[in-house]
């Protein structure tokens, strides 16, 4: 991985803003749990203490499912989710890679994780990010 740089990132219309300190190659995590490839989203780990909300925290709507340990965060406006918190890791955001401004974040590895047999494989994803 690079040095920390500061990255930028919103939601579709642009009401929810944020940036975070992060190295500028990151591995990417590609999830098949119901939601995720409903979405296509593409996780970035970022701990929370790195990240902070320059616009439209407040415009955010929660979303839980299932045993609700994750709280998924969703635009009001465009219905977009830029990040959310992970249940795989309570202390950080995922961000949603294609919610990063291009040309500072470039993908490092493609981590490829199972989410429907969560309880199976979440011990493979925590070794891998």
């Not at 098949?32 to 409903?38: E, F, G, K, R, T």
């Not at 009001?76 to 500072?104: A, E, F, Q, W």
């Amino acid at each position: 991985m690079s040095n920390n740089t500061a990255h930028k990132g919103q939601c579709h219309c642009g009401a929810v803003r944020f940036t975070f300190t992060a190295p500028s190659v990151m591995n990417v995590t590609h999830c098949d749990c119901s939601i995720c490839n409903m979405t296509g989203y593409q996780h970035v780990f970022i701990p929370q203490s790195d990240l902070s909300f320059t616009a439209g925290k407040d415009t955010l709507k929660l979303y839980t499912f299932g045993t609700g340990a994750a709280k998924h965060l969703f635009c009001m406006t465009c219905g977009i989710k830029p990040l959310y918190i992970p249940r795989s890791h309570p202390d950080c955001y995922s961000v949603n890679l294609r919610c990063v401004d291009n040309g500072t974040l470039t993908p490092g590895r493609d981590i490829i994780f199972s989410g429907k047999n969560w309880e199976e494989n979440i011990g493979g994803l925590k070794q891998e990010t």
